[in-house]
């Protein structure tokens, strides 16, 4: 069993900045793709960051590239998105996930094992 936990998420004022984290145990956390998703009321979860197990690549949707940077700490078991220059766009509930050994980061449905979430409100 995995268990994920986010943290980090609140109201801020368009042009701040937030950062989430996502504390990951019971698994080798080295081994795990670790993604963030979004999602807002009536869509379906929006790929928006990813870090690869194997090497560390990243991966960004293209409207949080450049403002949005996601990093790993094997040590701490650890995934955080570090969020610049907000939008009110950026306003969703985000999820953290963990795909095992997944190369295909993009896809929600590739995920093994997903956190509760954790809201981010941008205020214009």
């Known amino acids: 069993q995995v268990l994920l936990a986010e943290s980090g998420g609140g109201l801020v004022q368009a042009g701040g900045s937030l950062r989430l984290s996502c504390a990951a145990s019971?698994?080798?956390?080295?081994?795990?793709?670790m993604g963030w998703f979004r999602q807002t009321p009536g869509k379906g979860r929006e790929f928006v960051a990813a870090i690869i197990w194997n090497g560390g690549r990243t991966n960004y949707e293209d409207s949080v590239k450049g403002r949005f940077t996601i990093s790993r700490d094997n040590a701490k078991k650890t995934v955080y998105l570090q969020m610049n220059s907000l939008k009110p766009d950026d306003t969703a509930l985000y999820y953290c996930a963990a795909g095992y050994q997944l190369v295909d980061t993009t896809t929600p449905l590739e995920y093994d094992y997903w956190g509760q979430g954790t809201q981010v409100t941008v205020s214009s």
């Open positions: 019971g698994h080798t956390f080295s081994s795990y793709t």
